[in-house]
């Protein structure tokens, strides 16, 4: 096997599509590098430096990690993966049965890598993945790095057996009867849920980023809308490649032709993941979120993919369609060296905090915690 740290984005480009199979075989939507390279060059913090690892097995790419260069926290050298900041589900990519041979790779490259990590960071990683253990593990020299599981949030899911009539028939009576009822509402006022199309992206994508800001608005900050073009920039990019083969689709419920709700999702190897959303509250009777969602649920049944991830956070609207949770997890990894113990110093605040959010979730009402969570809003300057 080969392990090469690619540092220039134009060496790239013959990568790409043994890239993309990879996260088609993982069934992993928003590891494709469409929609990676994007972001890097859209939304990465500060001025980030590309530290991707691909390893091959001769001409074969059996595995990638596609890390950035941060150095804008503390003056660490934190390594992270390409879409950290998008709050979405994140890994390496391998071939099947073969994580642990590629995470021997990658920590050698890393180790090896200029300049040196002083932390790796794995966010939005599942879990149940082997990337933090094995990278730990596979790690050259005799001082394997400082591992930790910091924390994890839930990801409801949805399992897209048999046909769409026999989800449908698993929803409970008055969610059926509800359906029914707001479906004729919206026809009734002029209504229809529509797929956007690559002539319509642009218009569809300045749809879903104003429903994101007013569902937000008053109810704190979406790091997504203090974006603002910089993201809509991302997702021109990225959907104008991806829209054609159906992996990049915005569901709108429009009234008149106007938009009122509108969610992205993206799809790869039978798996669609909900990306973000958003509606006009003026239309909550409607339930317009409730209505796009099950259309969308339609066409993946259609399209024959087995699996819809609702993405991270549980919230209600999500639990009413949800059979199942991914947690979502992230880690990191502090190697061994002369920065080490600096570097455990920086992180124990962050590393503290988390534990007591945990023991909060394990200790006190859903009801005080949302107290909290809005004290703590009003404290932040």
């Known amino acids: 096997m080969d392990a090469k740290l690619i540092t220039d984005l134009d060496a790239l480009e013959d990568l790409a599509p043994q890239w993309d199979a990879l996260a088609i075989a993982n069934e992993q939507p928003s590891c494709a590098p469409v929609w990676l390279l994007a972001w890097l060059k859209q939304l990465a ?139 004729r509402m919206l026809t009734e006022a002029g209504g229809a849920i529509r797929l956007g199309t690559i002539q319509t992206l642009s218009n569809d994508i300045s749809a879903l980023m104003r429903l994101h800001a007013e569902r937000w608005s008053g109810r704190g900050t979406s790091s997504l809308v203090a974006q603002g073009d910089r993201f809509t920039a991302m997702l021109e990019a990225a959907g104008r490649e991806l829209t054609p083969s159906g992996r990049f689709r915005i569901w709108l419920v429009e009234i008149d032709g106007q938009p009122i709700w509108a969610n992205l999702f993206l799809a790869a190897g039978g798996e669609l993941l909900a990306v973000n959303s958003g509606w006009d509250e003026r239309w909550r009777k409607l339930s317009p979120a409730t209505l796009g969602m099950v259309r969308a649920i339609e066409d993946a049944f259609e399209r024959g ?56 979730k394990r200790t006190l009402t859903p009801e005080r915690i949302d107290a909290l969570r809005g004290l703590r809003r009003r404290l932040r300057p």
């Open 45 to 183: 913090p500060g001025t980030p430096g590309l530290r991707l690892v691909a390893v091959h097995d001769g001409d074969e790419l059996i595995g990638i990690a596609p890390f950035f260069l941060d150095t804008e926290r503390s003056g660490r050298v934190d390594y992270r993966l390409l879409g950290a900041e998008l709050g979405s589900r994140l890994a390496p990519l391998a071939a099947a049965s073969r994580e642990w041979e590629v995470a021997g790779a990658v920590a050698g490259a890393l180790a090896e890598a200029n300049p040196r990590p002083d932390l790796i960071a794995l966010e939005g990683v599942p879990p149940g993945s082997p990337w933090l253990i094995a990278l730990r593990n596979q790690w050259p020299g005799r001082i394997p790095p400082l591992s930790s599981l910091y924390n994890v949030r839930g990801s409801p899911t949805v399992q897209l057996r048999g046909s769409f009539a026999d989800w449908l028939a698993t929803r409970s009576s008055s969610f059926r009867k509800n359906h029914r009822r707001r479906s």
């Open 305 to 360: 993919e087995r699996r819809l991830d609702l993405g991270i956070g549980e919230d209600p609207y999500k639990l009413e369609f949800a059979d199942g949770d991914d947690p979502v997890g992230w880690g990191m990894l502090i190697p061994s060296g002369r920065r080490m113990a600096l570097t455990i110093l920086r992180t124990s605040p962050m590393l503290l905090n988390s534990a007591a959010r945990r023991t909060a």
